[in-house]
């Protein structure tokens, strides 16, 4: 089996540069050893006789002390204009909305849906569900009716806080079918509203309802989330959550993204995704930091603009987005004054050392790639501040968390010893299978009506997490691809993304998705879709000089043999690239469930 290796590996950043704010975490290989998450529990406030809740350790802990008057949540207005909700104010919004659900007879358990964009009504629908013991679940604005009905049926949903506008496309052709669906909240317009029938004016309610509420003396495990996985390699599975996860989006909020008093911080993820809540609602509130919420898209200067007048010092977001703002140059960064920035994180996909390379020379620090899945609550692996970057790697397991790679059989599952212990990788930079050792509290507990699927996540006494990676001699974990992606072409196992990160570091490729696309004599050939940067045009010419630019970086047998030229590669809401929607294309196959797809993809 080859090794697979990125460029340019080993090519070490130093992750700090000169600055005041010590990192939270000083040194990664004492406080693995002694990192214990029965202590982080205890940094949380908790309730009585053991009880624990997300939105008493997310607000209410915060609203009586000192940062009863310091912002929580910054929303800024599509069109401009912004709202700041402090900490105090959240306690009280949070409330009514928990005294609405309670007045609508809704109970602790029942599931309150939102669909919406990221407006200030989702983010206190979130937490006041939380705060009645209620389980919250986003869903994605951009849905078309048809995965807002499998998910409202999937999740039993009781509740929905949406808009007119949405309500009107999307929900209401569904309302017979959806019997539980007893209550429909209305964020928008009065006059508006009270044309609708069967639905509520969420202001309304929320005005005629108390500011006080008790949080529900929730048990760690009760269920608190639902979220559904990005459909990348498959439909959406619903992922169960519980409070108990509130103490690993602390944790990794202080380890990981080194959040510290007085930070702003700036999550570009939507709700309606897992990184959206955990550490676009979660996370920050736990730690008591200011966030800066954006309700509109992806634009550059527009970013840019939020980065310098918000004086965003920790910024998380997802490698789409860096790679976009890559393509344009690094002059339109420096054309801003980023200086409050003190740490970059990127979760979602692959960041490609290329991008970690350009952070340095946009914002004098390096990217910070960091690992995990909506399965997995939080971060699970990880970059920090206080250790040295690898360009390409996702860094090292978070303290508290035991990552291993296990050896995979032809048809991809784990091999079981005799003793029905799993078969590990032992040695350096041989790929496998990344396992984690079940047991942190944000692991999910099942998928929701998948036992038998929940079920086959486990074996040998770890998760399966489906991801192929391999670690190098210093424990740095390297992805290699989805299990269902990896390419085997000649008797070489190949990961799409190294050859898609190798086409990336030529200048006229903005995107890039790549397949095996099957071939008589080598099994599976390598093939690449392009989209290129502004103003280099598609042609002969560049086709040749990209192959061999490939083949030059990855080697023969590595490198594409095939590239076509596309005005967009696929991705889904969530910024991956659809690589099994390209192959469907490619072989004129069902194109499978695509609800997550971006539409102009
Ligand atoms: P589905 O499970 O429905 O196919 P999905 O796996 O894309 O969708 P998510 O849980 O949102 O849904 O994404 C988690 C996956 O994203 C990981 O399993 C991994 O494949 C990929 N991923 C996340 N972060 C990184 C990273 N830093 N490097 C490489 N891959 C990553
Ligand atoms: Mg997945």
Not at 50 to 61: H, M, S
Not at 132 to 156: H, K, M, N, T, Y
Request: hydrophobic letters at 40%; one cysteine or more; a negative charge.
């Amino acid at each position: 089996m080859r090794a697979l290796r990125l460029m340019p590996y080993g090519s070490d950043v130093p992750s700090t540069g000169e600055t005041a704010v010590a990192p939270n975490m000083p040194d990664y290989e004492e406080a693995r050893s002694r990192f214990s998450w029965a202590a982080a529990r205890a940094e949380l406030a908790g309730l009585p006789d053991g009880a624990l809740n997300i939105a008493c350790e997310a607000v209410d802990r915060h609203a009586d002390g000192p940062l009863a008057n310091t912002t929580a949540l910054r929303f800024l207005g599509r069109h401009g204009g912004t709202r700041d909700i402090t900490y105090a104010e959240l306690r009280h919004e949070t409330a009514r909305f928990a005294n609405v659900l309670e007045q609508l007879g809704v109970r602790r358990t029942e599931r309150v849906f939102v669909l919406s964009g990221r407006i200030p009504e989702l983010y206190i629908a979130a937490l006041g569900t939380l705060k009645c013991g209620c389980v919250f679940s986003p869903l994605f604005s951009a849905f078309g009716p048809e995965p807002i009905e499998q998910r409202l049926a999937l999740g039993d949903a009781r509740v929905l806080v949406t808009t007119p506008v949405l309500y009107k496309r999307k929900v209401a052709q569904l309302r017979e079918r959806l019997a539980n669906l007893a209550h429909v909240l209305l964020v928008g317009d009065e006059a508006e509203i009270a044309e609708i029938s069967g639905v509520h004016d969420f202001k309304r309610l929320m005005g005629a309802a108390g500011d006080t509420y008790e949080v529900a003396a929730t048990a760690p495990e009760d269920m608190a989330l639902v979220h559904f996985t990005s459909g990348t390699t498959g439909a959406p599975k619903g992922a169960v959550h519980v409070h108990e996860a509130v103490v690993a989006h602390r944790a990794t909020g202080r380890i990981v993204l080194d959040l510290h008093p007085g930070d702003v911080f700036w999550c570009t993820a939507d709700p309606g995704w897992v990184t959206g809540t955990s550490y676009g609602i979660i996370a920050p509130l736990t730690l008591g930091v200011s966030s800066v919420i954006d309700e509109a898209d992806f634009d550059a200067d527009r970013w840019y603009r939020i980065l310098q007048e918000q004086r965003v010092s920790v910024w998380y977001t997802a490698p789409t987005a860096l790679r976009m703002l890559m393509r344009i140059g690094v002059e339109v960064a420096h054309e801003y004054d980023l200086s409050a920035l003190r740490f970059i994180a990127s979760v979602g996909e692959p960041l490609n050392p290329e991008v970690v390379l350009w952070g340095e020379e946009a914002f004098g620090m390096p990217i910070h790639d960091n690992w995990w899945q909506t399965e997995t609550g939080g971060i699970m692996i990880a970059n920090y501040r206080s250790m040295d970057v690898r360009p390409g790697s996702m860094g090292r397991p978070l303290p508290g968390i035991e990552a291993a790679v296990a050896r995979r059989d032809a048809e991809g599952r784990p091999i079981l010893a005799g003793d029905g212990s799993l078969e590990l990788v032992t040695s350096p930079d041989e790929q496998g299978e990344l396992v984690l050792r079940p047991g942190w509290p944000s692991m999910f507990r099942g998928y929701l009506g998948e036992q038998r699927r929940y079920e086959r996540c486990f074996a040998g006494g770890w998760y399966l997490t489906g991801d192929l990676v391999r670690r190098d001699a210093d424990g740095y974990f390297w992805f290699v691809g989805r299990g269902d992606d990896v390419i085997k072409s000649a008797g070489h196992l190949i990961g799409p993304f190294e050859v898609e990160s190798a086409l990336l570091a030529h200048p006229a490729v903005a995107e890039a998705g790549v397949i095996g696309k099957p071939d008589p004599v080598a099994g599976e050939i390598v093939k690449a879709f392009v989209s290129l940067a502004p103003g280099r045009d598609p042609g002969e010419e560049l086709r040749k000089e990209l192959l061999g630019f490939a083949r030059k970086r990855l080697g023969a047998a590595v490198a594409p043999r095939e590239i076509d030229f596309v005005s967009s590669v696929p991705h889904n809401r969530s910024g991956k690239v659809m690589r099994r929607l390209l192959k469907a294309r490619e072989l004129g196959l069902p194109e499978g469930d695509i609800s997550t797809l971006e539409p102009d993809a």
